[in-house]
């Protein structure tokens, strides 16, 4: 069966120093505490592209044992707080929230 994840994609930050503190400092710990239902979350800071500077200075993988499990979390009032603090704090731009299957296959 597919794993379901939420998948947080972060315009690249007018501050990528401002925006790293906020991440780090606020909304992570915003996150595990409010986000229900998480089985792993996955953070990974943008260093580049080979098509010059990249659109996007994070990405935030917020994984869920199901669909409805994504979406319960998402509809709760600590999903809700989360999701402003996400867009409160992407000075870039509001980030680009998707609902992704994610199927893994070993090399």
Known sequence: ?????LVVLYPRARDIDVFEKAY??????????????VTKFVATRVIGSPQGTP???????LHFASLEALEACTASAG????????IAISSGGPP???VAEEQASAL
Do not use: D, Q, S, Y
């Open 79 to 86: 999903g809700k707080e989360t999701v402003a603090h996400a």
């Open 24 to 37: 780090h400092n606020e909304h992570v710990p915003l996150a595990m505490k409010k986000l229900k239902g």
């Open 96 to 98: 680009v929230f998707m």
């Open 1 to 5: 069966m597919p794993g379901v994840k």
């Open 55 to 61: 659109p996007f200075c994070r990405i935030a993988e």
